[in-house]
């Protein structure tokens, strides 16, 4: 099976920088992926790694370590419109692993 | 290009009842997932249909069941409904094939059960 762990909260100012690990447990995946969720809205991906190492979209960053079993998202020049939940995700190579697993989410608060 | 349709947005059941959920997906899209949310739990996978066929399948108890329909057009239905139903079921599209791991996702139909 596929397990992934994050903080269930994170508090920020705007304007700072905030860090939202993911670490896993998985038997094979193709990479790790991030979603965010406004309450009441639906999940939106945000950003995917397929190899380590850093992927930079704009404000977002996300890093993976295949090695570490370990994941993170990196919000820069926090807005107060990032306050919302965000996941962390795998999706398995094949079989009954092949659905994509999420985390049980992070909650950021950004506080003015 | 149009997104993932969900219907209906809300719906209130009582218990016993038995409700049907439709998801409609990003066209040429051919996997379909239902994922349901509670507060505190996230997203817990259900199931997953590809070209009419239930590919995967969470733990869930039999109560819930889905298909997929030749136009990729999927149902979930949930009979004998519990309290502890009442969720977020969250519809994901996919083009279902090779290592795509994007899911886009529909708005979601709010199910209380009272």
């Known amino acids: 099976g596929q397990s992934l762990e994050q903080p269930s909260e994170v508090t920020a100012v705007e304007g700072a920088i905030v860090q939202i690990n993911c670490t896993y447990q998985t038997s094979g995946f193709y990479g790790l992926s991030w979603y965010q969720q406004h309450d009441g809205g639906a999940p939106t991906f945000l950003s995917y790694n397929a190899l380590d190492g850093l992927e930079e979209t704009g404000r977002f960053s996300s890093f993976l370590s295949r090695s570490d079993s370990y994941g993170y998202l990196l919000l820069q020049e926090l807005q107060m419109k990032d306050s919302a939940s965000y996941f962390c995700a795998v999706r398995g190579l094949s079989g009954s692993a092949r659905q994509l697993t999420f985390g049980s989410g992070t909650q950021l608060t950004v506080l003015p | 290009k149009a997104g993932v349709t969900q219907t209906p947005r809300y719906l209130i059941k009582t218990r016993g009842q038995q409700v049907t959920l439709s998801c409609s997906p990003i066209?040429?899209?051919?996997?379909v997932s239902w994922y349901q949310q509670t507060p505190g739990q996230g997203l817990q996978f259900l199931f997953e249909y590809f070209s009419e066929t239930q590919r995967n399948k969470g733990n869930f108890p039999g109560r819930f069941s889905g298909r997929q329909f030749s136009n990729s057009r999927s149902e979930m239905n949930v009979s004998t409904l519990e309290l502890g139903d009442s969720a977020l079921y969250l519809c994901?599209?996919?083009?279902?094939?090779?290592?795509?791991?994007?899911?886009?996702f529909g708005q979601g139909t709010r199910l209380t059960v009272v």
């Open positions: 066209s040429g899209h051919r996997s």
């Open positions: 994901a599209s996919s083009p279902g094939t090779g290592q795509n791991t994007e899911a886009f």
